[in-house]
């Protein structure tokens, strides 16, 4: 399967990845919530859940994230991305939008294809 998830739509997606890799075929996250820029949202269990969040090996990953994203901080994406096994597996694009990711629609379709052609060999 290939999952695609947006916000905690995503952090599901990577929860699932870590627990089953052998059935994620590819990932694109939008926005994931793997961190917050508000700590009173977040209870101390919860915070060192996300801290253990990574990308499975052999996963690949199209991780978008809005430069301006009042939710989510950039540095807790970066950490995803320096926890996991294969960084290099990971695609990171900072686009100049929010947490809605509502002016990149373009970068998400390509990133869903991308992902497709990846999981789907020939």
Do not use: C, W
């Not at 952090?11 to 793997?34: D, F, N, Q, S």
């Not at 100049?96 to 052609?117: P, T």
């Amino acid at each position: 399967m290939v999952f695609i998830g947006s916000s905690l739509g995503g952090l599901t997606a990577i929860m699932y990845a870590m627990r089953h890799p052998r059935m994620v075929k590819g990932l694109v996250l939008l926005a994931p919530a793997v961190g917050s820029k508000s700590k009173q949202i977040l209870a101390d269990r919860e915070e060192g859940l996300l801290d253990a969040l990574y990308i499975p090996d052999a996963i690949p990953t199209v991780i978008i994230a809005g430069k301006r994203d009042e939710l989510i901080p950039m540095a807790a994406i970066y950490a995803l991305i320096d926890r996991s096994p294969q960084p290099e597996r990971i695609r990171l694009h900072e686009v100049d939008d929010d947490h809605n990711l509502h002016q990149n629609l373009d970068v998400m379709l390509e990133a869903v294809d991308q992902i497709r052609k990846q999981a789907t060999p020939g």
